[in-house]
């Protein structure tokens, strides 16, 4: 396997519900910081100046989250992220919630790299797509049956 990018983050107050626990739509709110996090600290692009001043920018197309343990306010998870699919346009990366290295939140997002004005699928540059590289899974890892 490649590096896999790595930072923490904070469950606060105001991600909760009145049971505790980190309200699911907070949820995508995290992924989506991490995702900004992974740009500038991995890629080396703060994600803002990549939609502001390049006119690119990766929209979700696809959400597959495993709520696995709940986050509580407190909580301050290890987000590893590792990229599961390059392709010409698209970027599936993979975060993975642990807290005491148990598994909270296991998520697989898919974006689309495209031309911001058109909206029209670009290919991903290539020094982006060498970063994404580094962190590229050798094999689909397995996944549990949460039908279980």
């Not at 989250?65 to 301050?76: A, E, M, T, W, Y």
């Not at 590893?80 to 993975?96: A, D, N, V």
């Not at 590289?133 to 996944?143: M, T, V």
Request: proline residues 6%.
């Amino acid at each position: 396997m490649g590096k896999i990018f790595e930072c923490q983050q904070n469950v606060r107050f105001g991600h909760v519900d009145p049971a505790g626990i980190a309200y699911f739509p907070k949820i995508y709110d995290f992924i989506h910081e991490a995702f900004e996090e992974l740009w500038q600290l991995h890629v080396g692009e703060r994600y803002y100046h990549l939609l502001q001043e390049k006119r690119i920018g990766f929209p979700l197309v696809h959400a597959d989250v495993d709520f696995v343990r709940p986050l509580r306010f407190g909580d301050r998870p290890l987000v590893r992220i590792t990229c599961f699919k390059l392709g010409r346009s698209s970027l599936g990366l993979r975060y993975e919630y642990r807290v005491d290295d148990q598994v909270c939140v296991d998520a697989r997002m898919t974006t689309v790299c495209v031309e911001l004005d058109s909206l029209e699928p670009l290919e991903i540059p290539a020094a982006y797509r060498t970063r994404f590289e580094a962190i590229l899974e050798d094999a689909p890892p397995k996944r549990r049956d949460s039908r279980a």
